[in-house]
């Protein structure tokens, strides 16, 4: 099976524009956990999705939200950039058939903001 | 876990020694524990887990120890090999669903 897949790869956008993230889970499975890793604050959950609707939530503004399709493709949106939001953006799946499942990471989203 | 920040710690070992890496953790309900190892450019790869109800787990050269006594959490390599060299992540779920909190991290480094 092919793996977790995010696009874009690497991205550069300005303070105060938004951006949209791409996830692909493993075929199959249904549940899409998206995590921020940065230097200072590691690997930080922001939300994960099941069968279209938000599961669980981290502690992170409003300004980062996602969805999920019918499909289990995952889009994560960041709105009025800030500098601090430069980070490696993960998307993880699971089959979502039980809590506690492996999750499975893509490559991730890097995202510079200036 | 508990985040370090920029310094990661490391561990440095030389090829074909064993590797003990330790994490611990602070939520006393978490009782589903991963190890993920993580490449320069990569996301997280999934090595080894454990459930609470156990405290020993053996995989293809890895074991993970867990003492719930005491909260932490353990990762033996077998026989160290360079391309084990990685950051390697603990991470723990308390049955809120798939949400995982990691720990800061150690830098794994196998001298030739």
């Known amino acids: 099976k092919a793996g977790v897949t995010q696009t874009p790869r690497y991205l550069i956008k300005t303070r105060g524009q938004q951006v949209t993230l791409s996830c692909s889970p493993i075929?199959?499975?249904?549940?899409v956990s998206w995590y921020q890793q940065t230097p200072g604050q590691g690997l930080q959950f922001l939300f994960e999705?099941?069968?279209?609707?938000?599961?669980n939530k981290g502690n992170f503004p409003g300004r980062f939200s996602g969805r999920q399709f019918s499909n289990s493709r995952s889009e994560m949106n960041v709105s009025t950039l800030e500098l601090g939001d430069s980070a490696l953006y993960l998307c993880?799946?699971?089959?979502?058939?039980?809590?506690?499942?492996?999750?499975?990471f893509g490559p991730g989203t890097r995202l510079l903001v200036l | 876990g508990e985040s370090v920040g920029l310094h990661l710690p490391t561990l440095s070992v030389q090829e074909g020694d064993n590797s003990i890496i330790n994490c611990a953790y602070s939520n006393s309900a978490s009782d589903y524990f991963i190890w993920y190892k993580q490449e320069s450019g990569k996301g997280p790869q999934f090595i080894i887990d454990?459930?609470?109800?156990?405290d020993k787990r053996q995989g293809q050269r890895v074991t993970v120890l867990l003492n719930k006594t005491v909260k932490h959490l353990s990762l033996q390599i077998a026989a160290t090999q360079p391309g084990d060299s990685a950051v390697y992540f603990c991470a723990e779920s308390d049955n809120a669903g798939n949400m995982l909190t990691f720990g800061g991290g150690t830098r794994l480094m196998v001298k030739p």
């Open positions: 075929s199959g499975h249904r549940s």
């Open positions: 999705y099941f069968s279209e609707t938000q599961r």
């Open positions: 993880a799946s699971s089959p979502g058939t039980a809590y506690q499942e492996t999750q499975y």
């Open positions: 454990i459930r609470s109800n156990m």
